[in-house]
């Protein structure tokens, strides 16, 4: 409780008994000598105002149960509810025993300076020191649980404040994984370019020069270089084609839809049979998680159909709880049973990465099938944000 409310309860459980008791003194010529040694009690209280260690607020309320105690046995009467007050006082004091030992010593001092007096003076007494007792005692609890509350909104205020802080670093995370992952994307595209469709376009440009020399002496050997020529600059477009494919924006390329896409796609332009199968209750997964889940698919179907020579294609996506595992199954040779020189290393590297950094974790299993299980952590967006 405040000082000044706590002081406003202490006059008023002074000044209004004492008030009254003017009106019984058998003594009219002791008015002055009364109204002294109650402007000393309210003194006393006034003094206590401005003391808040521990010691000497002990000390002043000592003093006042002694001079409380002393004024009921003197005037006796209404001036024993005066001498409950110092009660306010020290129920103030911080560690329960000595609040404790100072209402035992109230007890003692009030009852022993009434003892004279009549049984319901008496009775009166303790039961306002009791009263007094309880009423501090509840208003303590109260202001307690009220600053405990107000500490516990404190704290979970600012778990809010770094919470929000988290919640901008982990976007913000997300974008710089989103962005690692299409530069990861572009610099593959670049190297397969260079590598498959750059080469093509060299043979061709040789053939074309050989194709220039043959043809005056030879036309019908030129004739057929030019259909070579014609051959590798047609799946020279097919494999720019692809690779313009595989360049479009995460956005476009991510998601249930876009697999099913791709998978449609692959069935149509290679007459492999596909199927996309989930499993568990889907939720909603970060654009950097879809891209990865994406790329991962491509490149193992890529790899199955550039390697393996399957016949079908499966995708098996499951859901759980903490965890999204995508299994990408074919029917093809295992990498055993074709030339060491023909297996994508590169490619399963890339995969490896992009899973490492978003946390999971790439798999191959052979037996039944040559299986490609990626695992990605899920934390949904519901319990971040």
Known sequence: MPKKTLFIFILGFTLIPCFFHIYVLPDKEGYGRYLLQVLILL?????????S????????SAVLILYASWLAHVYGGMINIVAASPVLLYFQLPRPGLRFTLAGFHLLAFNYAVRD???????????????????????????????????????????HYELDEARNRLLV????????????????????????????????KMMMEAALQVI??????????????????????????AAVRRIRPAGE????????????????????????????DPCSLYPSQELILYKNAREAITNALKHGRPETVD???????????????????????VPPSQT????????????????GSLDVVLEPMFTVITKLPVTQRSEII
């Open 253 to 280: 390329a991510a998601g249930l839809l876009s697999l099913r896409q791709m998978l449609e796609e692959v069935g149509r332009e290679t007459g492999v049979r596909t199927r996309l199968t989930l499993e568990g």
């Open 344 to 359: 994508g290393g590169m490619g399963m590297q890339g995969m490896k990465e992009r899973c490492a950094l978003a946390g």
């Open 173 to 204: 995370f997300t974008k710089q994984v989103e962005g690692a992952a299409q530069a990861e994307e572009r610099n593959r595209i670049s190297r397969e370019l260079h590598d498959e469709v750059g080469h093509r376009l060299i043979r061709a």
């Open 117 to 159: 007096q009549p049984l319901e003076w008496i009775v009166t007494g303790n039961l306002m020191m009791l009263a007094f007792a309880v009423l501090l005692s509840l208003l303590r609890e109260s202001a307690l649980t009220r600053m405990h509350a107000d500490h516990q909104f404190d704290a979970l205020r600012k778990k």
């Open 43 to 51: 003194n006393l209280f006034a003094a206590s105002r401005f003391v």
């Open 53 to 60: 260690r521990e010691a000497p607020l002990t000390g002043f």
């Open 315 to 337: 995708i098996v996506i499951a859901y759980d709880t903490r965890e999204i595992t995508m299994a990408v199954s074919n029917d093809g040779a295992l990498p055993g049973q």
């Open 216 to 241: 005056p002496g030879d036309p019908d050997k030129g004739m057929g270089l030019l259909l070579q020529i014609r051959d590798q600059l047609s799946s020279g477009l097919d494999e720019m084609r």
